[in-house]
Nanobody
């Protein structure tokens, strides 16, 4: 069983930055792939980024490429999503997830955090 806890969301103006955290606990998560997703009101959950738990691989959605960056602190069992140049369309609940398969598909992930709200004002 893996537990994930996100934090770091909030309200920010257009062009601002936020850093989301995803702290993991439990067994085996470090061998999984991790992912970040987001869900805006009335919309489906969409892929944001994915990567290995240890540094070496990341892949980003086109909509966030060049603005969002994954980083890790393996000693703290935490991954981060640094979000820069935020836009109103980035407003959503952001979720981290881990899974054996990973990738861009929601169903490929086995464990999910509770989500953290990000609101970007215009």
């Amino acid at each position: 069983q893996v537990q994930l806890v996100e934090s770091g969301g909030g309200l920010v103006q257009t062009g601002g930055s936020l850093r989301l955290s995803c702290a993991a606990s439990g067994r085996g998560f470090s061998s999984y792939l991790m992912g970040w997703f987001r869900q805006a009101p009335g919309k489906e959950r969409e892929f944001v980024a994915t990567g290995t738990w240890s540094p070496g691989y990341e892949y980003y959605a086109d909509s966030v490429k060049g603005r969002f960056t994954i980083s890790r602190d393996t000693f703290k069992n935490t991954v981060y999503l640094q979000m820069n140049s935020l836009k109103p369309e980035d407003t959503a609940v952001y979720y981290c997830a881990v899974g054996r398969v990973g990738g861009r598909v929601v169903g490929s992930y086995d464990y999910w955090g509770q989500g953290t709200q990000v609101t970007v004002s215009s």
